[in-house]
């Protein structure tokens, strides 16, 4: 097997954790609230969905979960890959795959990156000269999945431009 390919299938697998911890843990709006020298924090996640959430949350939950999907069709789509080069080399409809991975991964990191911004924005409104309204490291975790999944970009497209060439 290509060190390429597992390079890709280690980034996907990571960003895919990252992202899915990112989404799930509680710890995306952190509250910290400072009254005479004494800070208390608190944390709120973006999942699960409330209908009494202002839209701006909802809408950044809407597309974190919706990229937290896409990994897992992202992760799908490589294993299928995977299991097609192994078996019959690099084909034309490797090609193809390799491609949809990178344009997924594309798709990833905007619906990730307008999620944080969306939420980061408007949360720093709220916050006033007791009350601190900051991003915690769930959302950070998530940031820094988009940011790796720019490696999944670049290898998919190198394994399609490369790789399905030689034969």
């Known amino acids: 097997m290509d060190g390429s390919l597992v390079a890709l299938g280690f980034l996907v697998g990571i960003c895919a954790t990252l992202n899915g911890v990112g989404v799930f843990t509680q ?13 208390i924090s608190a944390s709120i996640g973006i999942v699960p969905y409330y209908q009494d959430d202002p ?4 809408a950044g939950s809407i597309l974190i979960c919706t990229s937290f999907f896409l990994y897992i069709v ?12 192994i078996r019959f080399g690099y084909t034309p409809r490797a090609r193809r795959l390799f491609y949809s991975i990178a344009f997924e991964a594309v798709i990833i990191i905007g619906f990730t990156v307008v999620a944080v911004i969306l939420v980061g924005a408007n949360i720093a409104t709220y916050s006033d000269g007791a009350e601190k309204f900051s991003l ?14 720019l490696g999944i970009v670049g290898l998919s497209i190198h394994l399609a431009r490369k790789s399905c060439c030689d034969g």
């Open 55 to 58: 839209g701006w949350l909802k």
């Open 74 to 85: 992202l992760s799908i789509w490589y294993i299928v890959n995977a299991i097609t080069i």
């Open 27 to 39: 710890a995306w709006i952190v509250d910290t609230v400072t009254e005479r020298g004494y800070s």
């Open 136 to 149: 915690g490291y769930s959302a950070w975790f998530c940031v820094s999945s988009a940011v790796l999944s």
